[in-house]
């Protein structure tokens, strides 16, 4: 049997902390030590005395343990990021969702994956790696390559999208060999939204062929054809015109979804939600020349899509959600970048004690930035970001949160953390339940 009893994680403490609705921790007398009593020192020493290290990219069997023990039977587990376009991201995140698969967590909801781009994406996961879908000419990999990986024009000239489609691409796959290891009777991985679609557009597809199983209902194949552009008319029609289809879905005028099975209600609700928000985030984002207002709307709509995905899953459904740590803040106050209230919030509402948190925090090294002058961007060690000081305790760890100890109270004070090559402030006592460290960062892979 392996003692993992000198992580100092009080599971009872950890459970009513993430048990408690948001509104109800923000009304709770805060009985935490001034963060500035802790010195650095005493900090650094709790965090190398409670840290779970681990080889990079390997589960051992302390770290199981301690995963095992800390998230219970919580059925909904944040995977936050600091940044998308590192290698060690997705090493990470391999290693941590075949563990859980392991245990039953076999829904992936993804940022970055809207309605559409979500399906295509579980198609591949679930076909078999010998299966010849892969190949130049199939028809499902040529949806795959073009809706998702995006191998078009732009993709095959730019340094940035080609690395990040050769990522994107080995990550989907290395989930694949995952569920040809893990698909039994608690079933496959399936993949979920946690985004609009980046492409705009692309759930025209889905509505089109989920309708295509109801050819005799012309008023939905009506509808349907609606749903897609006229012509080049402007962004703003097309979306006027989609709003007016969400209402008369929503209103279930003249029993216009009659036939669909509810499923299919939901999905098709769901699709031209997704359609909608991911043309008013380009359109919105195109008018204003920078990204405020459109990432604004971008929340609550993030939030719907993943509503509407849980809420066709069983009620025991086990699940994991990989996103920005901003997005799955709990406290979307509380950080900087974070809307609010953020996903992360409104999923912890909604779910009250059923989430466990994780988010993930570098210190150096180098990564792919598409929104700075230089695509290629370095990432010293700074002393004004807590990273500074977990680096002092190992190269890769994850370190439980809440365990009462004195020297975690340095973090019950808002901290700059990693942030792309950028930082976030945040106070991290109220926001996760551990934290995974590691030190360097290497920028994705070119193809």
């Known amino acids: 049997m392996i003692n993992v009893t000198r992580v100092p994680c009080n599971s009872m403490r950890a459970s009513r902390t993430v048990g408690i609705g948001v509104a109800m921790i923000a009304a709770l007398p805060h009985t935490w030590a001034a963060a500035d009593d802790v010195s650095e020192e005493e900090f650094v020493a709790w965090v190398q005395e409670s840290a779970v290290p681990f080889e990079k990219w390997k589960m051992n069997a302390a770290l199981a343990a301690w995963l095992d023990e800390a998230i219970g039977e919580r059925r909904i587990v944040f995977l936050g990021e600091p940044g998308h376009f590192f290698q060690e991201k997705y090493d990470v995140q391999l290693m941590l969702i075949e563990h859980l698969a392991q245990r039953g967590y076999r829904h992936l909801f993804i940022e970055g994956l809207g309605a559409s781009m979500a399906e295509i994406v579980d198609e591949h996961v679930r076909t078999s790696p010998d299966e010849d879908s892969r190949e130049a000419g199939s028809e499902r990999y040529e949806r795959y390559r073009t809706r998702v990986l995006g191998h078009d024009a732009e993709s095959e000239t730019r340094e940035f999208s080609r690395r990040l489609s050769a990522a994107q691409r080995a990550f989907v796959d290395a989930l694949q060999a995952i569920n040809s290891r893990v698909a039994d009777a608690a079933g496959p991985l399936t993949i979920h939204p946690l985004d609009v679609d980046m492409k705009p557009g692309g759930c025209v597809l889905s509505i089109t062929a989920l309708l295509e199983s109801y050819p005799d209902e012309v008023e939905l194949q009506v509808l349907g054809a609606a749903c897609d552009r006229e012509g080049e008319e402007p962004f703003g029609t097309w979306i006027g015109r989609l709003e007016s289809i969400q209402d008369r879905l929503k209103a279930h005028e003249g029993g216009l979804l009659d036939a669909l099975t509810a499923p299919d209600r939901a999905r098709l609700l769901q699709c031209v939600d997704c359609l909608v928000e991911s043309l008013a985030f ?52 509380d ?113």
């Open 282 to 333: 380009v359109d919105t984002r195109a008018a204003d020349g920078k990204m405020d207002r459109a990432l604004v709307r971008r929340e609550p709509a993030m939030y719907r899509q993943v509503e509407a995905a849980l809420s066709r899953l069983p009620a025991d459904a086990r699940v994991i959600m990989m996103a920005h740590n901003n997005h799955l803040s709990r406290v979307g106050a």
């Open 335 to 447: 950080t900087m970048r974070a809307r609010q209230p953020s996903v992360g919030e409104m999923i912890e509402t909604a779910h009250p004690g059923e989430v466990f948190s994780m988010w993930m925090l570098h210190d150096h090294g180098q990564l792919l930035n598409p929104m700075a002058p230089e695509l290629l961007e370095e990432l010293a060690s700074s002393p004004e970001r807590v990273e500074s000081l977990l680096v002092r305790a190992g190269e890769a760890f994850v370190l439980p949160l809440h365990s009462g100890s004195v020297g975690e109270r340095y973090l019950d004070e808002k901290r700059r953390l990693s942030y792309f090559s950028w930082y976030e402030t945040a106070t991290l006592t109220r926001q996760t339940d551990a934290l995974i460290f590691i030190d360097a960062i290497t920028p994705l892979s070119p193809p």
